[in-house]
């Protein structure tokens, strides 16, 4: 078995009903306290910046956060747009299907950036991506694994057609399909990509309320900060946070970086995060998975722009 390290990289984002990854804000709930910010998230250690923060006190006395594991997306976006959660943190490339389908939310901030925690498992006799050609691949449908395949596909001149395809409905399922013998090589994220290498050895208020979302983009940041400057220490809020083994976090971690008032100022700067918006829109409405059309620069969050070109 190989695991061939992705080249691509998958930002996360923040969304205020709005997320490379990226953070949303909801725009449909009225009665929220604002001091009380519920943030839907899914299982990975990216997304969970604001623990440390919260624990550390990075929010001041006018943020209290509250996390809502949803790993599920149907009832991640089912409590986004209900306003049972103020912010819901997705991956660009998946917010371009979501924004096309109707979620209503902007982005205002980038979580992290995965290099190398998406990737791919492929057997001992595939040596180049090339070599794909004709194999059989486990991915899930609509995720971020189906776009780094798209990616590595289309770097090397093929397409879907060119490969076998086994979709599942989940990532950590193609891994099984991989361990299980029944594919050449599948799509995956961590920790399922070390478990292999392993067993193979916004509400309303909150969006139209600019001091308030630049204060949670401060204490983000901050715990940004210190995540980076205590590693360990971090870990373990998370790991506790998440309910999962110190462990299987020092895993899920390994190719995850953290991104910081820099990465955020490059990024929003650019043209970057339009870039991704717009190839990842491209694919899925390729696909047949979205219709309508899409542009980012109605989905950024304008507050969001002004605090990473002031200074701050």
């Known amino acids: 078995m190989k695991y061939k390290k992705s080249s691509i990289i998958i930002i996360a984002i923040v969304v205020i009903a709005l997320i490379t990854t990226v953070i949303y804000v909801s725009f449909q709930r009225q009665d929220i306290q604002q001091t009380n910010i519920k943030i839907g998230i899914v299982t990975w250690p990216g997304f969970c910046s604001a623990m440390v923060g919260q624990e550390k006190g990075f929010f001041g006395d006018n943020i209290k956060i509250e996390h809502k594991i949803l790993d599920d997306s149907e009832a991640r976006h089912a409590a986004f747009q209900s306003g049972t959660v103020d912010i819901m943190i997705s991956s660009l490339d998946v917010f371009a299907q979501e924004y096309a389908q109707g979620l209503k939310g902007e982005v ?36 971020p694994s189906q776009f780094l395949l798209y990616k590595v596909l289309f770097e090397q001149g093929l397409t879907f057609e060119s490969i076998k395809q086994t979709v599942v409905n989940d990532p950590s399922l193609a891994a099984q399909a991989f361990l299980g013998g029944s594919v050449d090589a599948a799509v995956t994220w961590e920790p399922f990509l070390s478990e292999v290498k392993e067993r ?27 995540i980076k ?75 969001a722009i002004e605090y990473f070109n002031s200074g701050n």
């Open 108 to 143: 205002f901030l980038v979580t992290d950036e995965s290099w190398g925690s998406d990737g791919m498992v492929v057997k001992e006799d595939i040596n180049t991506a090339a070599e794909l050609k004709g194999k059989n691949i486990a991915y899930a449908r609509a995720t």
């Open 200 to 226: 193979k050895k916004g509400n309303e208020k909150f969006a139209q309320n600019p001091e308030l979302i630049k204060e949670f983009i401060t204490g983000w940041l901050k715990s940004v900060d210190y």
């Open 229 to 303: 400057q205590h590693p360990e220490e971090a870990s373990q809020i998370i790991a506790k946070g998440l309910n999962v083994k110190d462990e299987d976090i020092t895993g899920m971690m390994a190719g995850l970086k953290f991104a910081d008032k820099q990465t955020n100022d490059r990024l929003f700067k650019t043209k970057k995060l339009d870039e991704v918006f717009e190839s990842a829109f491209n694919f899925w409405k390729s696909q047949g998975i979205i219709e309508k059309n899409a542009k980012f620069k109605n989905a950024i969050n304008k507050t």
